[in-house]
Nanobody, 124 residues
């Protein structure tokens, strides 16, 4: 059973930065694709960023140039550095792991395990 625990969310002013962390149980970081998604109230869960086992990275157009996904295999942790935050980035951010090698890192259905989420609120 894989467990993912997100942390690092909070309240920040527009233009500010936050770094989210996703700590995984078991040695899965580096072996499988890991992704970040967000979900705003009344909206569907949307792709934000992903990193594959071969260190390929993917980003939603809305965050390219502002967000960076990275991982520390030794700490079994994935990070999402978020810079130049905008009010429209406000959402609950979820970490996800694809341990079935589904090969669809930008698709919400391409992941097997999810964390509980961490709230990010960006004030204008």
């Amino acid at each position: 059973q894989v467990q993912l625990v997100e942390s690092g969310g909070g309240l920040v002013q527009a233009g500010g930065s936050l770094r989210l962390s996703c700590a995984a149980s078991g040695r899965i970081v580096g072996r499988y694709a890991m992704g970040w998604f967000h979900q705003a109230p009344g909206k569907e869960r949307e792709f934000v960023a992903a990193i594959t086992s071969t260190t390929d990275t993917y980003y939603a157009d809305s965050v390219k140039g502002r967000f960076t996904i990275s991982r520390d295999n030794a700490k079994n942790t994935v990070y999402l550095q978020m810079n130049s935050l905008k009010p429209e980035d406000t959402a609950v951010y979820y970490c996800a792991a694809d341990i079935s090698y589904r090969g669809s890192p930008v698709w919400v259905g391409g992941y097997d395990y999810w964390g509980q989420g961490t709230q990010v609120t960006v004030s204008s």
